[in-house]
């Protein structure tokens, strides 16, 4: 008894509806009518190929999972299109291809095929076995591709393509126009295999065709052209093929070839997946252009990570370890350090932080330190550096800390960088601000028993008001001559403050605070700007450029003016015994 269709009479105007694998069996008993695919069909068996398929299939769109065997064995002057067969996974036959073994006088378009097949044959194509005309209707297929892998096992004379097995055998002339094939070809009959066909008769026409030479391992002209992935992959390759209604191409869809339109392909979903940062975690920074050794620049802890799903990459903010051990934890119960040498003293404060990697610089001064427990071990230590001229704490790219005079050797000694106004600097801005001139500085105990006047001396020129006067609080138990001392270092740093030059110029991961700057003018002459206090690098799609920031009141250890002084709410109370 023939099937029964749900839907459909078979006519041009009703043609039966295959919504089902029991439906695409069906097919076989109505080989001469008319069929719409509606939906996708997964065969879970076993199939046997359509005998002689005489009518006209449209896919619609829509896929045919796991054929094990050919759709159809013959399609005589039948129409085919819009049909994308998958994962075909093909072991037996004489002639073989995913579509159809024998395409005589058939005009097939839009169509793929996808899967593998493996096989002892006569003739095979990754989408049609032989291609020729039938009678007077000529052969044609248009718009379509494969991305089998074909392997034919049998030694003797056969042929085998990507695309198609014989392009014209005995009944020779039929066209093939606008395909391509990427699956790998192998045949044990080497000289009948080709990446597209396998053979192509002479009164055969095939017009645009391409196949990848790289995944084929074939290289054979004439019978379809050899492009590389990478050509294949350009829509460039594929001039006077239809891009506008029937091609499309996306390097994140169909692995970067060409697909066909009605496919509906998307981009892959993104993967959530979680970022391998986390807060705590080790970040070592450098910076490689081109095939240049890494640079490096500095070892950062995360604080925080920031990721959105189908972002390409993750929001870090990090510090160093000055930052993450010094800056974030407070002194608590170890807040008495008895009268020791300085150095001494310094390196039990690094070490009780947790850092493993530091210097100090011996130095054998005498002295004792009451701190407040809720003071943080990065204000403590600068505290004891007011008393330490010329000393200071910076921590190096690799990570070390080191606490000593500026001069010392295990500090990268600042160098001096000159920049081309008319090709180095993209753009400058100066800042000048009256707020950051003081007449004069004052250093006290919190109770003033101990207090030192010095006056600053601009270098820029302006006149402060007389008794316009800075106080900078030091810790209980500094003699008058420690606090005249530090009241000298403050005036000198001062002279220069009130004018803050930002400007950005090439990318020069080299640069660090501490650095010199220098302009050199049109005119061969050199504008000292002074010492570099803040850089930042930038670095990504928008280009390569480092911002530096010349605050003339800094200095390295305290890159801004605003940060020299406590002019705000004074740090928990410390004594120096």
Known sequence: MAYIFANGTGTAEDPYQVATADDLNGVRDYLDAYFIQTADIILESSWTPWANFKGVYNGNGFTIANLDKSLMDIATE???????????????????????????GATIEECYSTGTIKVSASRLGGLIGILQNWLSKQASVKNCYSSCSVENTNASESYTGGMIGIAGETLPIN?????????AVSAAYTTGAGGFAGYKNSTSTITNCFYNSSTSGQSDTGKGEPRTTAEMQTQETFAGWDFETVWAIDPKINNGYPYLRWQGLQPPPPVEVLPSYTPQSTIKLAFKAGDSAPYPMGIFYADKSQYKVGSAGTKIDGRNSIGKYLKDQSFDERCNYPSQAVSTMLESMLSGAGLTKYYVQPNLTQMGMDFAPNKNILDGIEEILQYLPAWQMREEVDGTVVIGDRADS????????????????????????DRSIYGRVCVHTEDFTVRVYRPVTSDLGW??????TL?????????????ATIANNLADSMANSGKIETFVCAFRPQIIPGDEA???????????????????????????????????????GKPRFKDIVSAFTPPPASKKN
Not at 463 to 468: I, R
Request: aromatic share 10%.
């Open 78 to 104: 039948s129409t085919i299109q819009k049909v994308g067969l998958i994962d075909v996974n093909i072991t037996s036959g004489y002639t073989v291809g995913a579509l159809a073994n024998h395409a005589w």
């Open 518 to 556: 220098e302009i050199l003018e049109a005119d061969k002459s050199k504008t000292m700007l002074g010492v570099i206090t803040q850089v930042k690098h930038s670095f990504g799609v928008q280009g390569f450029f480092t911002e530096i920031v010349v605050d003339s009141g800094g200095r390295v």
């Open 410 to 433: 295990h500090f990268t000694q600042p160098s001096r960088y000159t920049f081309q106004r008319d090709r180095d600097i993209f753009s400058r801005e100066v800042v000048t601000d």
């Open 471 to 483: 106080y900078q609080t030091v810790p209980e138990g500094t003699t008058s001559m420690e606090a």
């Open 463 to 468: 006149t402060p008001p007389a008794q316009k």
């Open 175 to 183: 066209t093939l126009e606008n395909c391509f094939s990427v699956g």
